[in-house]
C-alpha cells in the first residue's frame, strides 16, 4: 500500500521558471491537500480538494494553482517562480472523520 | 477562529526520561484532536487521535487525553527512547463548509540524548 506518493522529492529551479508537482494516493481519498512547510511558521496550507474536479483556495494561495481532474492525483503548480517559494512542501489526503496522510515531500529551492 | 498552542522547543531529554509536550487549543464546536510525528526528512504521521471529550488516544507508548473543561491534549511517554526524536504536532480537526479543516499547532522538537 503506497498511500501518498510525491514527486519529484528535490528540485531546484530558477527565479521564473514554472514546475508542477505531483501528488498521488491510492487509498480513494475524497479530501486532498497541499501545504508548505516553513521553519518557525509550521504548516501552512495552499490550497485543497474536497473532491474530483473541485478546488479551494487555503490561507496562502498566491502565486500556486492546483488541479484535481482524477480522484487520485492533486497537481500543484508554479507558474513563475520566486524566491519566497522556497520551502517543502507536503501533500496530504483524508477520508472524512479521520487522520491525514502525508506524502514524504518535495524539498524545493527558487533561485 | 480556531487555534493550536505548543511550545516550539527544543525539548531536549535523556534516554527514559519522562515526556510531556503541551498543548492547549480554542475552538468553536466539537473538534477532533490528533497528535502527528514527523521524523527527519519525512513528512507528517498520524500518532494518535481522540475525537471527543475525555478520550485518551494511545499509540507506540504516548498517550494524550482529551480535556474539554481545560482546552488541553497534554502528549505524555513515560520513557523515552532516541528514536523517539522528531517534531511532534499538536492538530485540531474540525468541519466546515463541507470539509474537514485542520489547524496545526507550530510543533515541538524533542531531542532524546542517550
Known amino acids: 500500500n503506497a498511500g501518498v506518493t510525491q514527486t519529484p522529492k528535490f528540485r531546484v529551479l530558477k527565479t521564473g521558471q514554472s514546475m508542477t508537482l505531483l501528488c498521488a494516493q491510492d487509498?480513494?481519498?475524497?479530501?486532498m491537500y497541499w501545504y508548505r512547510q516553513d521553519p518557525g511558521m509550521g504548516l501552512r496550507l495552499i490550497h485543497y480538494?474536497?473532491?474530483?474536479?473541485?478546488?479551494a483556495k487555503g490561507e496562502v494561495p498566491d502565486g500556486y494553482n492546483v488541479s484535481r481532474l482524477k480522484k487520485q492525483n492533486f497537481l500543484l503548480g508554479l507558474e513563475s517562480a520566486a524566491p519566497s517559494q522556497t520551502s517543502v512542501y507536503f501533500c496530504a489526503s483524508s477520508y472524512s472523520g479521520d487522520g491525514y496522510t502525508f506524502g514524504s515531500g518535495t524539498r524545493l529551492t527558487v533561485v | 477562529g480556531n487555534s493550536v498552542t505548543q511550545m516550539e522547543g527544543p525539548v531536549t531529554l535523556s534516554e527514559e526520561a519522562f515526556l510531556t509536550i503541551n498543548c492547549t487549543y480554542t475552538?468553536?464546536?466539537?473538534?477532533?484532536l490528533f497528535w502527528y510525528v514527523q521524523y527527519p526528512g519525512e513528512g507528517l504521521q498520524l500518532l494518535l487521535k481522540?475525537?471527543?471529550?475525555?478520550d485518551k488516544g494511545s499509540n507506540k507508548g504516548f498517550e494524550a487525553t482529551y480535556r474539554k473543561e481545560t482546552t488541553s491534549f497534554h502528549l505524555e511517554k513515560g520513557s523515552v527512547q532516541v528514536s523517539d526524536s522528531a517534531v511532534y504536532f499538536c492538530a485540531l480537526h474540525t468541519y466546515s463548509g463541507g470539509y474537514q479543516k485542520v489547524t496545526f499547532g507550530i510543533g515541538t522538537k524533542l531531542q532524546v540524548i542517550p
Open positions: 487509498m480513494n481519498h475524497e479530501y
Open positions: 481522540a475525537t471527543k471529550a475525555d
Open positions: 480538494s474536497v473532491g474530483e474536479g473541485t478546488t
Open positions: 475552538a468553536t464546536g466539537y473538534p477532533s
